[in-house]
């Protein structure tokens, strides 16, 4: 029995060292993608890096978010992060919901019409979602 209780013990031990790695990992890929987006922030002589509480609001912003956010960051539209950031906190206000930013891009498939068919669609329907 007591050979059983070690083996169990090694075997999640181990699986925990997998996920600590990972999570170790994830963390680093975070840090990474954060530094990345600073430094385009800056190069791009964007008026906001200039605070003092700037960096520091930034990782805040990538830290409360899961590690997977970081994956689906685009590190060349460093500007996208700054629009997400203001929207989250834009959306912490219960007056202020639903927070919503449209871009009109080209190539997108969508012409102005279906377009604003969409948001109307997306604004009159929000009261069934939960934030």
């Given at each position: 029995m007591a050979i059983e209780d070690a083996t169990e013990s090694c075997g999640s031990r181990a699986a925990s060292d997998s996920s600590h790695t990972h999570n170790r990992q994830q963390q680093r890929h975070k840090m990474d993608v954060y530094n990345e987006v600073l430094r385009r922030l800056r190069d791009a002589g964007r008026p906001e890096v200039q605070s003092p509480s700037f960096e520091d609001g930034l990782w805040n912003h990538f830290n409360?978010?899961?590690?997977?956010?970081?994956?689906?960051?685009?590190?060349?539209?460093?500007?996208?992060?700054?629009?997400?950031?203001?929207?989250?906190?834009?959306?912490?206000?219960?007056?202020?919901?639903?927070?919503?930013?449209?871009?009109?891009?080209?190539?997108?498939?969508?012409?102005?019409?279906?377009?604003?068919?969409?948001?109307?669609?997306?604004?009159?329907?929000?009261?069934?979602?939960?934030?």
């Open positions: 409360r978010l899961p590690a997977r956010y970081a994956l689906d960051v685009n590190v060349e539209r460093a500007e996208d992060v700054l629009m997400h950031k203001e929207l989250l906190e834009l959306a912490q206000e219960p007056d202020n919901r639903p927070s919503l930013f449209c871009s009109l891009g080209a190539g997108a498939g969508f012409n102005n019409s279906s377009l604003i068919r969409m948001l109307y669609f997306a604004l009159t329907n929000f009261s069934n979602y939960s934030i």
